[in-house]
């Protein structure tokens, strides 16, 4: 029958302990290295397209700019042309050609005079009164005139908004240069600045039909571009003008809700394509600038390069600090056992096992067992745990009692990460701590009553001095070789309370939690410092309010990272600018973490979803030392997990979110925005937006844009309004916007609908 072996009989049990240390920390270590090389390299990464993104924001913006500037320019030179008493005179007279340095003369002002010729393509003067149409073909009969129904429909746009110059975008082709019909064709096709002339008058009877030259705007924005970069202009309606590369249109989301802002796509080999769009006042011109490189260079110069092979040997020289802080007290005790006693160490065998073997034979007086009996006893009297009694049977039993010092100082030292966002591993500052209790032990100088102990996740260490103050010299002077050793060991910065001056040895832990206050009083959002205790300082009260506590349980609710953070970050920098006191600030901290638990028990997720125990997460919470570590503790084990299920759970429920929109929407009459919508049901904008998206394949404005259409035609076809009353119900500024909407979504102006309606 197979048996099991025991533990004892593994071959991994029979291994010696300085190869077990051995093999532990180099399996760190490669975990480290590829850990910090997978985050250097993201990091990178995401800095590198976040530059991209602002520069290709920018370039998107400054080529917008180049042509609104243009069309402005353009529109100026057109307004100030009216007054002008030589295009006056063609206005108001039926010139014909025995004056035609009159026509001439017209004609050179509304090819722009020299001035913005370069962005007139063809120009039109058609006037009703006088029945003519003079051009850039020439000047004839307005009879003859091919698109007259375009130019009437042009000038009864006029006559429903009252807007007498105006921009507009004309899908149509130009017509054959050899057709009959050309010359007489006024040309509407692409952007038309259009004039109602004479601009004096209330019902003007002409128009100035400005043609846009936009070869001339493409080739502005051509020069703009830079390497890898791609744009595309679209007509307020979503109609192409023009594009640099054939591909890039299908690149474009047009239903983005977020219009000018930065987005992302795939191109056709599945790189990720980065899109700023930008609309322009004038004409509503829509225009998308893209940058299709996807190319990082993880080290663009050898800083980056030295910096990460530094950082890569900085681990390889913690790992040997490690490895000899681990093994070294061993090595030293097997060493010290051999030197006073016959018992060797066989080759091969357990260095524990053979110590624990000789602690048995050793004198109750082993220097090693005081040692360690002392650190316990520094440890026991910090937490407050023994009596009077108690401590002077421990300086009895460890011959302290005639080493007692007159006057005392308690230093409390805690690890500052220079990262705020990074989380807080106990197992990794215990080990830290413990270095650099050996390197205080050793070349510090404080060969003292108790020794520096490892203790609430920070390092406390006993100072004998005279009571007059003359051990402050050395304790900065220590100071400051401790703050260098530890940012250049360990990349960390370190933060010191020191207690006031004691003469009672039974009064350690006041002087403890002195020192733990004084904590609370230095620069704790920058660098390392050192803090002495003040007397009556951190008495600032402050209470964790239910208000805070809503705050933060509807954001863990509606799975918002961010207002959770939000309201954390707001808690603790009360907490540390206050100089809250810690008798003050444990039950703040209690009642957040509870108020996370109750949230958690409330929507029935169970607190197994912490990344730690609750009995691990409130000892921290109790025995804090630095409140910008318990903040990043609280934020990785507790609120980071809480947000990722609730957004799990709220994917699940997109059905019965889409019904609440869609009887909002018409509660609303569609008078209503995305972030109207999503602050009413209580949900993220963007997870608003993704429900739309996977129900509906609409955006939140495309939905509201059909459900109006839908509105509009009841309205049209049940009521008597005019078009302007209906453009106001449905929240539209003019009605000359709404008219264009309507005809965007259904291909004919609202009047014409309602007359088609009429006859049928």
Known sequence: MFKFKKFSELPLRRIAYKYKVLIGITLFLIVAVVSFGTIFIKSYIDRNRDLRKAELVKDAENMLNSIEN?????????????????????????????????????????????????????????NFKTDTVLGTKGKYDINEVKNLDELT?????????????????????????????YRTTVPLYGLDLVLFVPFSEVTPYALEVINIDMSQIISDIRKQLGENQQ??????????????????????????????????????????????????????LTLYVA?????????????????FVLIVLLLFFGATILFNSIYKPIQTAIGEIEKSSDYKLRPGEDELQYLTDSVKKLDSKNT???????????????????????????????????????????????????????????????????????????????????????????????????GRGTEKELIEKNYNFMTQYVYNTFGLNIGIGISSDYSDIYSINKAYLESVQALHYGKIDMGSYLSYYRMGAGMDRISFDSDIEEKLRRALRRGDKEEAYSVVDGLFEKLI??????????????????????????????????????????????DYNDLNRVRKYIKFNMIDPVIYHQNNVLDSQSA??????EKLVEDKEGNISLNECAESLGYHTSYIWRILKEEKNLTFTEYVDKYKIKYAKKLLSETDMTVGAIAEKLNYTNSQNFIRFFNKMEGITPGKYRQALKEA
């Not at 014909?96 to 002002?109: M, N, P």
């Not at 006029?158 to 130009?174: M, P, Q, R, S």
């Open 656 to 661: 019965n979110i889409m019904t609440a929109i």
């Open 153 to 181: 429909e042009l000038y009864d746009a006029y006559k429903e908004t009252y807007t007498k110059n105006l921009w507009v975008y004309i899908d149509g082709a130009e017509p054959d240069k050899y057709s009959k019909e």
């Open 231 to 284: 744009a595309a202009l679209y007509t307020a309606d979503g109609k192409l003008i023009f594009s640099t590369d054939k591909e890039f249109p299908n690149q474009i989301e047009m239903e983005k809700t977020d219009i000018n802002a930065i987005y992302s796509t795939k191109n056709d080999d599945g790189k990720k394509v980065f899109i700023s769009a930008k609309t322009s006042s004038i004409a509503g």
């Open 70 to 126: 243009s069309l402005i320019t353009v529109h100026k030179y057109y307004l100030a042309s009216e007054n002008n008493t030589k295009l006056r005179y063609v206005v108001e007279n039926d010139v014909d050609y025995s004056k035609v340095s009159s026509i001439t003369d017209a004609g050179d002002i509304l090819d722009g005079g020299n001035i913005v010729t370069d962005y007139v393509a063809n120009y039109s003067l058609v």
């Open 368 to 466: 090693s067992l005081i040692s360690h009996t002392t650190a316990l006893f520094a440890t026991r009297i910090y937490r407050n745990e023994l009596t009077n009694t108690e401590i002077d049977q421990y300086l009895y039993r460890l011959s302290l009692s005639n080493r007692v010092p007159s006057f005392y100082r308690i230093l409390t030292f805690v690890l500052r990460s220079m990262d705020d966002d990074s989380p807080v591993f106990s197992d990794r500052d215990k080990s830290i701590c413990n270095q650099i209790i050996d390197k205080i032990t050793e070349d510090c100088g404080m060969k003292e009553f108790l020794p520096p102990v490892y203790y609430a996740r920070s390092i406390v260490v006993f100072i004998s001095c005279d």
């Open 577 to 622: 600018t206050m100089d809250v006191s810690r008798d003050n600030c444990v039950p703040v901290l209690l009642q957040l973490v509870n108020g996370i638990v109750l949230e958690v028990q409330t929507a029935g997720i169970g607190t197994n979803v912490f990344r730690e125990e609750l009995r691990q997460i409130y000892p921290v919470i109790l």
């Open 291 to 307: 940058n299709y490189s996807d190319r990082i260079e993880l080290f663009v110069n050898v800083y980056y390069l030295i910096a």
